[in-house]
């Protein structure tokens, strides 16, 4: 646990949500004293493998909505995942 106080906080918000995310919990601080605790959220837990993987630098994540593959992805012959995907939901 790291204390924080309330100007730094605002001043520098976004880093120190960053932090939060990677696991770390903030005590903020009013002139020296303890007024708040920010903490992760509890992930679910078969989510475990994806944050081990942003956590030793595998994967990035920054929060927002997953882009997807920049390429498209061929199955063996040719096929697109995209069209097994939408046979599979027929």
Avoid: F, Y
Wanted: hydrophobic share 40%; charged share 35%.
């Amino acid at each position: 646990m790291e204390k924080v106080g309330i100007r730094d906080l605002k001043a520098r918000l976004s880093l120190h949500l960053q932090r939060v995310r990677e696991g770390m919990t903030l005590v903020v601080t009013d002139r020296g004293r303890e007024v708040a605790t920010i903490s992760p959220v509890n992930a679910r837990a078969d989510m475990d493998w994806a944050w081990k993987m942003v956590r030793e630098g595998r994967a990035h994540w920054n929060g927002g909505k997953p882009a997807g593959s920049r390429s498209r992805v061929r199955l063996e012959g040719g096929a697109r995942v995209s069209d097994a995907v939408i046979e599979d939901r027929g």
